[in-house]
């Protein structure tokens, strides 16, 4: 595997804790040249110095709840790069008092929100993106096992997660006749900016602690592996699908 020289977008970097750094870190490792966004002036403080870190030049504010935005990313990084290799697609909201509630008093704000900036944010980054985009390009989101069964606390990001996923799968046909991938990572339970707003995470770990076939944790690097996999030619013949990097605990049944 050679990703030496590929371009990579890195979408949702909040901190060092974030997926989305650990993903970059290793890119960077690997020898990809990398540009990475933030959402707002306040994240600014805490990204510029991992760009600092990994040698990144192109940063890019862009809240991607606005076409506008992302639009004038894309036109920005055209004027550096004449083509993009690698998505990464790392991002997910919603309000806080929408999370940790029983599920049926969430809010018509909260559940448009976090469908808005946590699903709909991968299709509008997609379509901009397209004219940078080329044959054998690879797009990566991140989920979660939420998606698919029940976890207490997790509510309207369930619905968006699930959402997310079939997102992927409707993209994956939509790109697959320009030859580009779009895949997803269902990432075990790790403390992130994202997590740390749903209650009962380290219950979780502990159980996974006891119960996955793995008997531990996954780390930053665990997913980070899985991401190079999916986006290097390695995984050429794999698109549409979700990839579990949660230790195996999504395998049990209980």
Known sequence: ???????????????????????????SEQGAELAISYAVPTLAKRVLPIAEELGIDMVYECDLSKDNDI?????????????????????AFAPSSDLNIPFHH???????????????SLLAVSRE?????????????????GAQKVVPNYGVMGIAKS???ATVRYLAYSLGEKGIRVNAISAGPIRTLSSSAIGG??????????????SRNIEQEDVAKTALYLLSDLASGVTGDIIFVDAGISIMAY
């Open 1 to 27: 595997m050679n990703i030496n020289g590929k371009k990579a977008l890195i979408l949702g970097i909040a901190n060092k804790h974030s997926i989305a750094y650990g993903i970059a870190k290793t890119l």
């Open 71 to 91: 639009k004038n990313m894309m036109s920005l990084i055209a004027e550096v790069w004449d083509h993009i290799d690698f998505i990464v697609h790392s991002v």
């Open 106 to 120: 969430t809010s018509r704000h909260g559940f448009l929100t976090a469908m808005d900036i946590s699903v709909y």
């Open 129 to 145: 993106a397209e004219m940078l985009l080329r044959p054998g390009s690879s797009i990566i989101t991140l989920t979660y096992y």
């Open 163 to 165: 959402a997310l996923e």
């Open 201 to 214: 995470i380290a219950q979780m770990q502990r159980r996974i602690e006891k119960s996955a076939p793995l």
